[in-house]
């Protein structure tokens, strides 16, 4: 028998983890990436057993007695997943921007070494 609840808890447990990681101001180090990475690779596990849960009887008499239950619960992870994407995302565009700024500096740096 599949226990939804338990599911649900370790869903969530993954999810503040990974916020955990992410609440860590500056740059992540090579160890937190791997983390994150690991987070990722267990909570996709857990959605798709999630998934072959979700097409059984038993899935479909829970939904019954529970449906708002499961909703309330699924959409406090999805809200909590959105803003750790935003996060990662945020992350990713400020080291873009880094990357752009040393390019820039490295090229000038160049043309300056020439002349």
Known sequence: MFNIEEMLD???GNTDKIADILA????????????????YDKRQEMLDGL???????EAIEYFKKKENTF???????????KKQ????EK????????????????SVLI???EI
């Open 91 to 106: 992350r990713a565009n400020d080291l873009k921007s880094k990357l752009k700024e040393m390019r820039k500096q490295k």
């Open 111 to 113: 043309y300056s070494k």
């Open 24 to 39: 860590c101001e500056g740059r992540l180090d090579i160890e937190q990436i791997k983390e994150l990475s690991n987070l």
């Open 71 to 81: 909703e309330k619960r699924i959409t406090a992870i999805t809200d909590k997943d």
């Open 10 to 12: 370790k869903i969530e």
């Open 51 to 57: 998934k072959e849960w979700y097409k059984t009887e």
């Open 85 to 88: 994407l935003d996060n990662i």
